[in-house]
C-alpha cells in the first residue's frame, strides 16, 4: 500500500518561513521521484517542485524558484519543502505525490495525500 502524509502547514505572515513534511509508508521512497503540488481556491492544482529518488536532481516553478528548497531524507521516509519569504500567493493546500513513469519529467503522480493547509497572511 502506498501512502504519503503531509504536515507542517500554518498561518504564516508575509516574509515568514514554513517547512512542509510528506512522510511516506508502503514502499521504498528511495525508488521514487517526489514532487509537491499546490491548489489555491478556485484554481487548478500546479507543480511546485520535484526531487529525483536519490536526491541528486531537482526542479522548481519559477514563482517559488530561490525561496522553496525541496530535500529528502530517505532513511526518514521524508521529503520536506522548505519555503521561506513567503507570499500571500503561496496560499494553498499543498499536497506530496509520487511518480508512477518517467519521474519528475512526467506528468504521472500519485498516492496524493491529504493535504496541508498554508496561509499566508498579515
Known amino acids: 500500500q502506498l501512502q504519503l502524509v503531509e504536515s507542517g502547514g500554518g498561518l504564516v505572515q508575509p516574509g515568514g518561513s514554513l517547512r512542509l513534511s510528506c512522510a511516506a509508508s508502503?514502499?521504498?521512497?528511495?525508488?521514487?521521484?517526489i514532487g509537491w503540488f499546490r491548489q489555491a481556491p478556485g484554481k487548478e492544482r500546479e507543480g511546485v517542485s520535484c526531487?529525483?529518488?536519490?536526491?541528486?536532481?531537482?526542479s522548481y516553478a519559477n514563482s517559488v524558484k530561490g525561496r522553496f528548497t525541496i530535500s529528502r531524507d530517505n532513511a526518514k521516509n521524508t521529503i520536506y519543502l522548505q519555503m521561506n519569504s513567503l507570499k500571500p500567493e503561496d496560499t494553498a493546500v499543498y499536497y506530496c505525490?509520487?511518480?508512477?513513469?518517467?519521474?519528475?519529467?512526467?506528468?504521472?503522480?500519485?498516492?496524493w495525500g491529504q493535504g496541508t493547509q498554508v496561509t499566508v497572511s498579515s
Open positions: 505525490a509520487a511518480s508512477i513513469s518517467r519521474g519528475c519529467l512526467g506528468t504521472n503522480f500519485g498516492s
Open positions: 508502503g514502499f521504498t521512497l528511495d525508488d521514487r521521484d
Open positions: 526531487i529525483s529518488s536519490s536526491g541528486g536532481r531537482t
